[in-house]
């Protein structure tokens, strides 16, 4: 019987000899071939996204017994690099072949997997409430150099928009997503100041003393329309009570502080 180890081509003689002891002989050729191509067996599998947004696949890692009758020359795959944008499902074929060069192939499913958490990077931020005693900030202003081994996608922040009620120290979360839904956040402080005057507004008016001789003065009366970004703190008048000493024309002198010391 011939094997695997007998592919080739062979002269062989044949020898007929007849019963009066009569001889006859001829030659021929006789090709020994191996035509039928290797068992190629693979299967899906995953692989993982390194933190430079990489992986790589053998055909090893495919293989699940490929097998062939006499012996296997090379397995080749059509894909064995693999980066962010192929992130999902890949169909990859597996290509087996022997040393006669008979192949066959099998393809597999590779889904390409990234894992990897963002890197969120936050710097604090000084804010100043404006006239309206409002103030708002955007979340590329907290970032400073977040990143993702593919790509940021979004980031967003907890609190943007900023008040007379947040003056002082306020803690954010900045939130830094990816295209495939991992998220990495940090925490950033966000300083509130007021740093608008109020504004003072008097107004002339005549009083009347009543019939103990005196009238106490407010600041309804000669400053109700003063006004503040915020609000008005410390109100001082340096004449808050008239009496008949003071009939005639009396300077005042209105002063007022909000709370943030303007």
Known sequence: PYTCADVGQYTVQLTLRDVSGQI?????TVTIADNLGPFAKCRDTSIVLNPAGF????????????????????????????FCADAGPNMVTFTATDTAGN??????????????????????LSLFLDGNG??????AAISSGSSDNCGVDSIALSQ??????????????LFVFDQFGNV??????????????????????TVFLDAS??????????????SD?????????????????????????LRIEDPSGN
Do not use: H, K, W, Y
């Open 184 to 205: 990495d956040s940090c925490t950033a402080i966000i300083s509130v100041s007021d740093t608008t005057a109020p504004e003072a507004v008097c107004t002339d008016t």
């Open 229 to 253: 970004n915020c609000q008005v703190g410390n109100i001082q008048l340096n004449g808050t009570n008239f009496t008949c000493a003071d009939t005639g024309a009396n300077t005042i002198q």
């Open 134 to 139: 409002m103030a708002s900030t955007t979340a």
């Open 160 to 173: 943007s928009v900023f008040s007379c009620l947040d003056t002082g120290a306020n803690p954010v979360t």
């Open 55 to 82: 992986a790589t696949l053998t055909a090893a890692d495919l293989d699940i017994g490929t097998f062939d009758n006499c012996l296997l020359d090379n397995i080749v795959i059509s894909q064995d690099s693999f």
């Open 24 to 28: 006859d002989r001829c030659s021929g």
């Open 213 to 226: 001789g005196s009238f106490p003065l407010t600041f309804a009366l000669i400053g109700s329309s003063s």
């Open 103 to 124: 192949s066959s192939v099998c393809t597999s499913n590779v889904l390409v997997i990234d894992s990897i958490l963002p890197v969120a990077q936050c710097q604090n």
